[in-house]
């Protein structure tokens, strides 16, 4: 059974569907109706709720989207919504505050930025600095009074005492108990489809690989930015899902010889602080993924799995030489990330096995990197294009090159013959320019609703031309930078 707390009480349930959304439970079934749907894809923010996680001894707060998180997922969780926080004679500061500065617009996305704006207050982490419009980038209504909306944000200051009425001993109290008790098996009887969908939420690793052994048909949801869309939009018909969300050690960070060792299971949110470290480069690209509500659900284990051609993260893991662990019953084996990526659709998974973590190397002292996203969009776009560029340097040759895309074939991957004109050869326009001529012996991509195919190729050669001049000046060729 599924059990999580909310307005203060533990609650259960013991049959419902494990791919029925947060939003349908709060709208139909509770008749919270303040939770809104725009989108039913995790674009448009009008269904942003907030979870409470146990993070040791306090509860950490983020926003999510509703829309596309499965009730199983609040397992062990607080679920809070805008009826949670205050009522019309008592309205929370965040409330207040944009009433009075005028900020609700016509009102139907009004809650999904109050939810928002409660996650920022409620943030008490100072080395994650959230800019009012990178927290707001997720909930996309401009209509009217934006302005106002930015200015509540800016204006709001939290105060301790009001913090405190969520995350108090309490909530850590009941949260602990919940963690003590195990979910079990939930079985539900679709009587649409005739046949009984069954999820389990493992606790360990080895749970998980017996789960997998005996179900290897399974869905393994992690964040559900994905595997969401294929229930609300693609109306796919799951039987077997694991939840991994409460695997706590695939949710590990780990510096190991210099480099990160990142679980499958860490969302991008929390895996950000420690690959801004590796490199700026990195930590810019991770801001660019989706929104803030997509950030504090997806997980790096999850956009590498699912082997989208125009995932994120892979070019810059494959750039810089990572190494995946698959895990199964038995036992783990260690690949190159790249050779993770057979085909499109396809992956180096046999039956069984999960991705378990990455490992990112340290970086060489003559490493020369830069990764870069184009999308339509700065913000909570998919790309057409991702390019990573690792270049080995040495007294002005190119010792070796890693160039690595996304967008331009069916699968993330390297562009070898750019690579080949690269090396032995001096790091110069000259150079450049032959590498740009022999990517088009590298790729033949698709045109479809984000780009042409000659689009993508003209990209690809200047996202090279463009490291190429950053690699000349101390300073960047950025056209946006996020304010």
């Known amino acids: 059974m599924i059990k999580f707390v909310m307005n203060g009480e533990i609650r259960t349930l013991k049959a419902c569907d494990p791919t029925r959304t947060v939003l349908e439970w709060l709208r139909e079934d509770q008749r919270l109706t303040g939770t809104k749907e725009g989108c039913a894809e995790g674009d448009c923010g009008a269904c942003t709720v907030v979870l409470g996680e146990l993070i040791g001894e306090c509860v950490r707060y983020r926003a999510i989207n509703a829309c596309i998180v499965f009730l199983p997922m609040l397992h062990g969780r607080e679920l809070i919504t805008v009826e949670s926080l205050g009522t019309s004679k008592d309205m929370h500061p965040v409330q207040k505050t944009l009433a009075d500065l005028n900020g609700s617009q016509c009102g139907f996305c009004t809650p999904g930025f109050v939810m928002s704006l409660f996650a920022r207050y409620q943030d008490t982490d100072p080395e994650l600095p959230k800019p009012v419009n990178t927290v707001l980038a997720g909930n996309l209504c401009r209509c009217t009074g934006y302005g106002p909306i930015q200015e509540t944000g800016n204006t709001l200051q939290p105060d301790v005492s009001v913090q405190s009425r969520f995350g108090g001993s309490q909530t850590v109290s009941l949260l602990q108990s919940i963690h003590n008790s195990d979910a079990g098996e939930i079985i539900y009887h679709d009587t649409n489809f005739g046949t009984p969908r069954t999820a389990f939420i493992p606790t360990r690793e080895e749970q998980l690989a017996d789960l997998l052994d005996e179900y290897p048909g399974a869905t393994i949801v992690a964040g559900a ?259």
């Open 225 to 483: 930015t994905d595997v969401g869309l294929w229930v609300t939009k693609h109306l796919r018909n799951l039987q077997t899902l694991i939840f991994n969300g409460n695997i706590p050690s695939l949710k590990g960070i780990a510096q190991v010889n210099g480099g990160l060792t990142i679980g499958a299971g860490v969302k991008y949110s929390d895996a950000l602080k420690q690959l801004a470290s590796l490199h700026p480069d990195i930590g810019a690209l991770i801001t660019r993924i989706g929104s803030v509500q997509v950030r504090n659900s997806g997980t790096i284990g999850g956009n590498i799995a699912n082997g989208s051609p125009i995932g994120d993260t892979p070019p810059f893991l494959i750039a810089l030489n990572s190494q995946l662990t698959l895990a199964s019953q038995a036992g783990e084996r260690v690949i190159d990330i790249e050779d993770f990526f057979i085909e499109y659709g396809k992956q180096d998974l046999r039956p069984g096995e999960y991705v378990k973590s990455v490992h990112i190397p340290a970086l060489a002292e003559n490493l020369f990197f830069r990764t870069y996203k184009i999308s339509k969009r700065f913000d909570q776009d998919i790309s057409a294009v991702c390019g990573a560029f690792s270049i080995y340097l040495d007294d002005g040759l190119v010792k070796d090159a890693r160039v690595v895309f996304g967008g331009m074939a069916g699968t993330p991957m390297r562009a070898k013959a750019c690579e080949a004109a690269l090396i032995g050869k001096a790091w110069e326009s000259e150079t450049i320019t032959s590498a740009c001529h022999a990517m088009t012996h590298d790729f033949k991509p698709m045109s479809d609703m984000r780009a042409s195919a000659d689009y993508r190729m003209k990209v690809a050669q200047n996202l090279l031309r463009k490291a190429f001049a950053e690699s000349q000046t101390s300073g960047r060729t950025r056209i946006l930078e996020a304010q």
